[in-house]
């Protein structure tokens, strides 16, 4: 009797009455490979695949943009409206396209940044050479930089 009543001691201080959920998975942005030339006004598209780790259902993914040299806008889909540096937008798909718009002769650098709702965030770097028509390449050392 004393060892039936050890052992049912020993389930009821063993059990833990609250439950360990995972709310915050990691999480990655994978893109397709991107040319390094662009001119003014042509547009490149970004084809990217966010992947999860896991899923919780009240995860939502946000997308900001930061450019750092040139001058261009960014899109989220080909119709979108084009961001505004550094506010977030709603990211309503897993897989998404960008299109990015040169508006100078200069070379381009931004930054994409992907967050979810528990502040994780995975950066994209692209950078691009300008490109003339007449001159060809004009800048050089550009590549593009996934964080």
């Known amino acids: 009797m004393a060892m039936y009543l050890m052992g049912v001691s020993l389930l009821l201080f063993a059990c ?3 439950l360990d959920i995972q709310q915050a998975y990691e999480f990655d942005i994978r893109t397709m490979p991107v040319r390094k030339e662009i001119r003014q006004n042509e547009t490149v598209e970004i084809r990217c695949t ?4 896991g899923n919780f259902a009240d995860n939502h ?9 040139g001058y261009g ?3 989220l889909g080909k119709d979108g409206k084009a961001f505004l540096p550094n506010d977030r937008y709603p990211l309503p798909d897993k897989e998404f396209r960008l299109y990015y718009t040169s508006r ?3 070379s381009q650098q931004f930054e994409v940044v992907v967050e979810d709702s528990f502040g994780n ?8 050479n300008a490109k003339d028509e007449e001159k060809g390449v004009i ?4 590549s ?3 964080n």
């Not at 966010?50 to 780790?53: A, G």
């Open 50 to 53: 966010l992947i999860e780790t």
């Open 16 to 18: 833990n009455s609250s």
């Open 73 to 75: 806008e960014l899109r």
């Open 104 to 106: 100078s002769n200069d």
């Open 61 to 69: 993914y946000t997308i900001r943009y930061f450019q750092s040299e």
């Open 144 to 146: 593009y930089i996934k």
């Open 139 to 142: 800048s050089r050392g550009v």
């Open 121 to 128: 965030e995975k950066k994209l770097e692209f950078q691009f």
